[in-house]
Structures are given as structure tokens and as C-alpha cells.
């Protein structure tokens, strides 16, 4: 299984390769550059590994929720690239692979993911890493504020993402008692895509390139006047 992963989502511009079980990845944290370096790192991995493009098995981006712009390029980039090499394209919850990549940082196996939506709200999903490795949604991802975000079952959690660090009180005071630690610095990266898409594509989740649509979530991006 060869599958190149993209993720524009935040403030980090990754690209991951996964060939047949050997993982790498390009990754910079560089706000608004995101559209002119995402090709040349798939390029760069491309090149380092010897695959050509028409000789991967599927793509795989980060189809948000996220920063709508970066979402967009992701989106723009798999498309672009799957039309032009006819490739399948798995579309992965940037919530569910930072909660994978708190597990792969931390070992955290039960994750509430809340990443700044601005506006007030975090993007929030309840996630639980299942034994292999992926990432298992409980209930729905949805965007709200802090103070409604809803109450996981049982304790032994993880708060992970941005939403934590912007949050943090009003996330902790309506979940006292189910949490047992932190990671607000753990961000979506294109290898927990491609691991998680790695899972997915064996399940028949690719899609063609016309229905790799975005993920935002909410519609409004400005304050209501």
C-alpha cells in the first residue's frame, strides 16, 4: 500500500508518504505559507522514496475542521493531484488524527479534541484510540462554545488541541472530574492522516476525486453584526 497524505488544516503544512508500512513525513509550522510548500514536500518525499505519483495506490488529506483557507488548499491539492494521476482520495477528520497523534506522542487513549475555532467555539470530537492504532468518533464532531461541550462517559481523559490552551477554564470547569491531563500543543499532522487513511482506504472509504469535499462544520467565519 503506497498513499501520500496532505494536511493544511492549522498553523502546521505537513505532507506524509506511507510505503507499505514505512512512514515519513515533511512538516513546517508556518502560517499562511501553506500554499507554496505542501508540493514541493510531496515532491521532495516522492523523489526520496523513488515512487512516482501515478504509482501510488490512493491519496489522503486532512478534510477539516480547520482553518477554512487551509482547508481549502488541502482539498484543492488532493483534487488536483487525483484527477490528474486517477487516484482515489480518503478523506480523514483532522480531529480524529490529532487525537491519534496525541496517541502516538503520549500514549493518551481516550481524547476529547478541542481545536480553536476563534469566534468563541472550539471544533470538538470524543475520540478513543482503539488497539491498532485508529481513531473511533463517540457521539458527533461538532463546533460550539467551551461551557457546551458535551460530557464524555466515564473519566480517564484527554484534553488535546489548540482549544485547550484558549479555552483551558471554561473547558475544565464544565469537565471536572473526567479529565487526567492535557496536550495543547498536539496539532493535526499529515502522518496520523495517512495511518489513519491507511485503515480507511482497506475498508472501501476512498472516494473519487469530484466528492473529496471539505469538512468546516459551521458556515459563518465572521462575528454576526
Not at 505519483?53 to 481549502?72: K, M
Not at 466515564?154 to 492535557?182: D, F, I, K, M
Request: charged share 20%.
Amino acid at each position: 500500500m503506497k498513499l501520500l497524505a496532505f494536511d493544511t488544516s492549522g498553523e502546521a503544512c505537513s505532507v506524509a508518504l506511507w510505503c507499505d508500512g514505512d512512514l515519513r513525513q515533511r512538516l513546517q509550522r508556518v502560517p499562511r505559507r501553506h500554499g507554496e510548500l505542501v508540493l514541493g514536500m510531496a515532491e521532495e518525499l516522492l523523489a526520496e522514496a523513488g515512487v512516482r505519483l501515478a504509482g501510488l495506490d490512493a491519496l489522503a488529506f486532512g478534510r477539516g475542521p480547520g482553518s477554512f483557507t487551509g482547508v481549502r488548499i488541502a482539498t484543492a491539492v488532493v483534487q488536483g493531484a487525483a484527477f490528474g494521476a486517477d487516484l482515489p482520495v480518503v478523506p480523514v477528520s483532522t480531529l480524529a488524527a490529532t487525537a491519534r497523534g496525541a496517541f502516538r506522542l503520549h500514549g493518551a487513549r481516550h481524547c476529547l479534541v478541542a481545536v480553536d475555532a476563534r469566534m468563541d467555539q472550539v471544533y470538538w470530537g470524543a475520540y478513543r484510540i482503539a488497539a491498532e492504532g485508529d481513531a473511533r468518533l463517540e457521539g458527533e464532531e461538532a463546533v460550539l462554545v467551551p461551557e457546551a461541550v458535551p460530557m464524555p462517559a466515564g473519566a480517564g481523559w484527554h484534553g488535546v488541541g489548540s482549544g485547550w490552551q484558549a479555552y483551558r477554564e471554561a473547558l475544565h470547569a464544565r469537565l471536572a472530574g473526567r479529565l487526567v491531563g492535557e496536550f495543547a500543543e498536539v496539532v493535526c499532522e499529515a502522518q496520523d492522516v495517512a495511518h489513519l487513511a491507511v485503515g480507511l482506504f482497506a475498508d472501501g472509504a476512498g472516494v473519487a476525486a469530484e466528492a473529496a469535499m471539505p469538512v468546516y462544520l459551521r458556515d459563518r467565519v465572521t462575528f454576526a453584526r
